[in-house]
Nanobody, 112 residues
Framework: QVQLVESGGGLVQPGGSLRLSCAAS????????MGWYRQAPGTQRELVAQITGVGSTYYADSVKGRFTISRDNAKNTLYLQMNTLKPEDTAVYYC??????WGQGTQVTVSS
């Protein structure tokens, strides 16, 4: 069992930046892969970015070049740096471990 706690969401203007964090209850050395998903109202949850134990990354086309996923194994924390945010990035963002475990989500709202 892995517990995940997200933080860092909030309200930001278009073009702004946010950094999401996901603190894990287990060592990240044992968690592979880890990912960030998001779900907007009325839509299905979608994969935004994923990172493997050796640092290989995947990004959805909609965020490529704007978002960066990273992991700090020493702190057992996963990050998502989000730049040049757009209104369509508005969603609840969830941390995921091993495709099995989910955090409670953190709301990101991009609006002027």
């Amino acid at each position: 069992q892995v517990q995940l706690v997200e933080s860092g969401g909030g309200l930001v203007q278009p073009g702004g930046s946010l950094r999401l964090s996901c603190a894990a209850s287990a060592s990240l050395f044992s968690i592979n892969p880890m990912g960030w998903y998001r779900q907007a109202p009325g839509t299905q949850r979608e994969l935004v970015a994923q990172i493997t134990g050796v640092g290989s990354t995947y990004y959805a086309d909609s965020v490529k070049g704007r978002f960066t996923i990273s992991r700090d194994n020493a702190k057992n924390t996963l990050y998502l740096q989000m730049n040049t945010l757009k209104p369509e990035d508005t969603a609840v963002y969830y941390c995921n471990a091993k495709f099995l475990f989910w955090g409670q989500g953190t709301q990101v709202t991009v609006s002027s």
